[in-house]
């Protein structure tokens, strides 16, 4: 028998991040009372960020966590709630919230690093000074533009670097409720709609290399020759094989927008009489039956199952990566409520 001992320990003065937050905004009561919105501007700033700092070898441990480094946050809330229509027995309730915020990474004493992702070639999540906190960086090749650019001296058309290619987090998001009721019927239905935001689909990689993506064998508008570095070319006829042929060069190629609207729940209930409730349960005060359903509807540009998949959690940083996972399942509800 035998243990083996972990490679990262926490430095000795290691204690937990500190975190300051300034908000500013304003509630506002309109149109006699038939509309609420409140509005909130905030900036969150945090400090001694637990970064992984390597030790020599010496030590017998690989990696030491210690107290360094800035984040910074901006970002704007919203919610307007109001009461468009309200007329004879028909009443509507209408919400929507607006959400939207900027990380970077102001200070960071250590050389950036990874902290996700699966390498350059495919795509990974780089905390870096000066950049978002979110930035997915891979490699990319370099286009005449580019060198136009004056960005890449000394680089020229067609080189490999790794660059900044997307960002996970969304340039905003949005929901909208409604509650229309008439009478005894009520309907109950939100939306969220997010813009922007990107995602490793690295479920269409292997889709690819088993040659089995749905749009795989759609063929080029014409064929694309490929030099060898040996001699001789390679001739791509389909999409497919582009987009292999671009594996570990453009990274964008398997890194997708996860834009979407959804509706993410509808719900229709009906209030039975108190009359009929009584004369089958005397002592009831009220009945509701409801039908509903959850993830019925979804519009997005994004090619995999569902665009809020993340085979690793809702991490703070490494997350919008989809390796085969399961999606959120679609359910329907039937709901009878008796109140006594």
């Not at 309730?93 to 915020?101: E, I, P, Q, Y």
Request: charged content about 20%.
């Amino acid at each position: 028998p035998g243990t083996v001992g972990g490679d990262t320990t926490g430095a000795k003065d290691l204690h937990p991040e500190r975190e300051r937050e300034l908000e500013a905004g304003f509630d506002a009561t309109l149109w006699n009372s038939h509309a609420n919105l409140e509005f909130t501007v905030y900036q969150k700033n945090v400090s001694d960020l637990l970064l992984p700092r390597q030790l020599a070898p010496s030590n017998g441990i690989n990696f030491e966590i210690f107290n360094g480094g800035k984040l910074r946050t901006r970002g704007v809330e919203l919610s307007l709630e109001t009461i468009p229509l309200q007329r004879s027995g028909l009443k509507w309730l209408f919400r929507t919230t607006f959400a939207l915020n900027r990380s970077i990474i102001t200070e960071l004493p250590i050389p950036a690093f990874s902290a996700g992702g699966f390498g350059a070639s495919i795509g990974e999540f780089r905390v870096e000074q000066g950049a978002s906190a979110t930035q997915i960086v891979g490699n990319d090749t370099l286009t005449a533009a580019d060198i136009a650019s004056g960005r890449y001296p000394g680089d020229s058309v067609g080189q490999i670097v790794v660059r900044k290619v997307a960002d996970a987090n969304p340039d905003f998001r949005m929901s909208f409720t409604n509650d229309l009721t008439y009478k005894r019927l009520s309907l109950h239905f939100l939306l969220d709609w997010q813009k922007g935001s990107a995602i490793l689909n690295l479920t269409k990689l292997l889709y690819d290399f088993g040659q089995v993506t749905p749009d795989y064998g759609d063929l080029l508008p014409a064929p694309l020759i490929i030099p060898k570095s040996g001699g001789g070319a390679d001739t791509l006829t389909t999409v497919g094989q582009k987009r292999l042929a671009g594996f570990s060069k453009v990274t964008s190629n398997y890194i997708e927008s996860a834009s979407f609207l959804k509706l993410r729940e509808i719900t229709l209930t009906y209030d039975l009489p108190t009359s009929l409730i009584q004369s089958v349960w005397q002592g009831a005060r009220y009945a509701h039956i409801s039908v509903s359903g959850r993830n019925l509807f979804t519009s997005t540009p994004y090619t995999g199952l569902d665009p809020e998949v993340s085979n690793f959690g809702n991490q703070p940083i490494a997350r919008n990566i989809d390796v085969t996972p399961f999606p959120p399942s679609r359910s329907f509800w039937f709901a009878i409520d008796v109140g006594f």
